[in-house]
């Protein structure tokens, strides 16, 4: 089993649909977890970290559902130039460098 | 800033053939790490470094060598290319685990290496 498992789509969506993706991790040690966004042939950035409480960042909503060890990503009001894969990430406070990317989940935003 | 830059941007080898991937960054940053990336897999980890002189291996360290004489620089050695190594390698880098936000990764573009 994957130690971060995310549903590679793609994901068909019109623009201004409401999508959500889901990402499960197998560690109950994980203690901080992460969205990235990597466009096409490009580097991974940081879209947000996500926290217990579950947070926003404009149309992007992160929560964190530690019991049943899931994070998701909310995208409200999709917009074209949000079509990319979203890469979750999920790190031990080992001290060390244990940090899982999930393989992503592709999105198109379609006009 | 440049951040964190990677060079060549593409490269093609032949099996059992050398070389040196290059990453530098202009951060400060103590942490630097190599990845690599394959069609339906994470990122996954080769090679990491918590500081200068200090390196040690990750997920996937067989046939690479690391080596980190600054701050600054961290370089990926091929030591003989195999067609399996033919993947997008992305070095990495962050703060330490004393500072705030230190784990966002910051990445370089990229080099797509090809071995034929």
């Known amino acids: 089993r994957k130690e971060v498992e995310q549903d590679p789509g793609p994901f068909n969506v019109p623009e201004g649909a409401t999508v959500a993706f889901n990402c499960t991790y197998s560690?109950?040690?994980?203690?901080?977890f992460f969205w990235y966004r990597q466009d096409c042939r490009k580097e991974p950035k940081l879209l947000m970290s996500?926290?217990?409480s579950g947070n926003e960042d404009g149309r992007f909503t992160a929560q964190l559902n530690r019991a049943s060890q899931y994070i998701s990503l909310l995208i409200r009001d999709s917009k074209l130039s949000d079509s990319a894969t979203y890469l979750c990430v999920v790190s031990l406070n080992t001290g060390g460098f244990k940090t899982i990317f999930g393989a992503g989940t592709r999105l198109f935003v379609k006009a | 800033n440049a951040g964190v830059t990677q060079t060549p941007k593409f490269q093609v080898l032949k099996t059992g053939q050398s070389m040196t991937l290059q990453c530098a960054q202009d951060?400060?940053?103590?942490?630097m790490s190599w990845y690599r990336q394959d069609p339906g897999m994470g990122l996954r980890l080769i090679h990491y470094s918590v500081g200068a002189g200090i390196t040690d291996q990750g997920e996937v360290p067989n046939g690479y060598n690391v080596s980190r004489s600054t701050t600054e620089d961290f370089p990926l050695r091929l030591l003989s290319a195999a067609p399996s190594q033919t993947s997008v390698y992305f070095c990495a880098s962050r703060r330490g685990e004393s500072a705030v936000d230190s784990y966002e990764q910051y990445f370089g573009p990229g080099t797509r290496l090809t071995v034929t």
């Open positions: 996500v926290y217990s």
């Open positions: 560690n109950s040690a994980s203690q901080s």
């Open positions: 951060m400060n940053h103590e942490y």
